[in-house]
């Protein structure tokens, strides 16, 4: 059984996506941490973006193990 790439990769970025996700969840509230951000919460955004880009590749990751 070989390990593909994007198994590791997957699991990183979801890791990190969720963190951030978390995060910009918890610190939401909080107007002045955004102000720099012209109030967008940046957290959130970028973790849901690392999130669902973590999730495909273990998506792609599954579906090759799969096939092969």
Known sequence: MNLDIRFPIGIMF??????LVVFGLI???DAAVYKPSLGININF???F???????FMLWMARRANRVA
Request: no cysteine; glycine share 22%; proline share 0%.
């Open 27 to 29: 610190s939401g509230s």
């Open 14 to 19: 979801s890791l990190l996506g969720a963190i």
């Open 49 to 55: 973006v690392l999130l669902a880009f973590g999730l």
């Open 45 to 47: 955004w970028w973790g």
